[in-house]
């Protein structure tokens, strides 16, 4: 047998025998772990989708054929599979594949996801376009049970239920999202996993089948009752009421009988829902034992299991996590909440520690800050942990919700800023330019860890919405001296014709690329924003009449950040001085590594250096 590099795939799926599709399968779960050990990447949950994207790819033709991998970081089977294989080793680093479903990568790629819940309301599109076009192909999305916690998910299903449109929908149920599955939905799913009753049954069957003479007439009358039960106490009566053919449970990782349900499942009329089970991690004991911890890794030993970390430096998330856990303990009319993430955000103690209060809403950020929009109105301040990328999905929630009712909801967003190799769909570049204009919003970024803390203290005094953003990764405090954050925004040293004013993590940044250009005899000033929004404008405006030249700098995207705000407020002040932004530009920034990034698009310090002389020699 070939192995997977040498084959012409996915072509060559459909002559293997079922012998050779399961060493295949066992040489792709071997890469994967090898390669993601390297390049880090989501390993649990594509070691347990292994055998169900084969049989899809083998049932299938998807240069013709649909399909939509909802959220998407459960692809990289799917790129093997379709032609990648050479490139796998690029995964996640610079100019190489994506960790996600990207068009412009492959023919084989039909959408772009890197979000939750929105795979069937686009397949639905799909397939009512293929059938107003006239074509013939088909539609296939694959969800998690995780996903289905987020309302676009039941918002598609209701609408293609009830239509009468030909789609596959498949349900990859492993009890998990990022972490286990929360809610009444995923409460349904363990029942149609788990039920007693149902299992009971099953192992009668495969008593009495044994049973002579009349074991086999009286286990086809009995198998006929599973059915039945399977579909009035067990099984799929949720999906079947919302208008789809349900088909399973099935074994996510048999394969011969995978195939033939898919097989039979394609030619259904209608709307179609496989509900297959799946293990997270499956076939490599560190991920099936931490399905969580693998969900996401950095790189790590493929033996051991375990990640490379520099000791003694807290990253943001954990800083955050250590000061919630202080203020539970110091406030009982606090509280926490999760979309899905509290081990990724750094509230797992917290959450053991007050389970009452640390509230995971799942994959559903809208309805968490609803939630939260109701704690606050009745007594309670809640400390909403979301990542940036995410919590743009409750952008009319933090509006309407939270800001118009002028509530103390204080908002802690991490991975604020460009996050690496996840890419496009997880860069956090766009939450300054999206809260700042919302009215009765407090914007806050620290320049460090320490800075995170006071920060969060004063949002327990601030009875108003606000927003504290802070970046992936490791801390290192900045030793200078701090001003009370009272003081608005804070200089940290003076200069002479130039001056920087920074966002939060861009602080060190500008520190050093103050230091870069002292040696060349330009002496530039430094100061910490703190707060972007509202700017303190009485500080910033001072400097600008004191210097020749500002110079702002935010890790967040140029459009409406704190650069342009800074530009029109100097411009309306009506003092001559020059604007220099630096920002991410206006466009989704690729994957690769921070540093990769900041260098390629003039954000890092020598960076900065080098446009502050560019603009200098301009001005001269």
Known sequence: MKHLKDMDLPRDLRQLSDEELVILCDEIRDILVTT?????????????????TVALERIFDFSRDRIIWDVGHQSYVHKLLTGRADDFDTLRQFGGLSGFPKRNESEYDWFDTGHASNSISALFGMAEARDLNGEDYHTVAVIGDGALTGGLALEGLNDLGASRTNALVILNDNGMSIEASKGGLAMHLTKLRTSRRYTELKNSLKKVENIPVIGSRMYE???????????TVVGGIF????????FGPFNGHDLRSLTESLRIAKDVEGPVLVHVITKKGKGYRNAESEPGRFHGTGPFDPETGRCEKKEGVKTYSEIFGDKMLEILDGNRNTA??????????GLAAAKKAYPERVFDVGIAEGHGVSFAAGLALSGIHPFVAIYSTFLQRAYDQILMDVCMQDLPVSFCIDRAGVVGADGETHHGIFDISYLSHMPNMTVMAPRDGEELRQMMDMALTIDSPCAIRYPRGENGDIDMPREPLDNGAEILKEGENVFIWAVGSMVKHALEASSMLEKEGINCGVGNVRFARPLDLITILDTAERYDLIVTCEDNVLNRGV???TVAEIKYAGIDCDVLCIAWPNKFIEHGTCAQLFEKYGMDASCIAERI???LEEKA
């Open 336 to 345: 926490a909440i999760s979309a899905a993430m509290t081990n990724a955000t």
């Open 563 to 565: 650069g342009e705000e």
């Open 221 to 231: 009358r009995l198998e006929k009752t599973r059915d039945s039960l399977k579909y």
């Open 613 to 615: 002389r560019e603009k």
């Open 239 to 246: 999906f079947e009421e919302m208008g789809f053919k349900y």
């Open 36 to 52: 993601i050990s390297r390049t880090g990447g989501h390993l649990a949950s594509n070691l347990g989708i292994v055998e169900l």
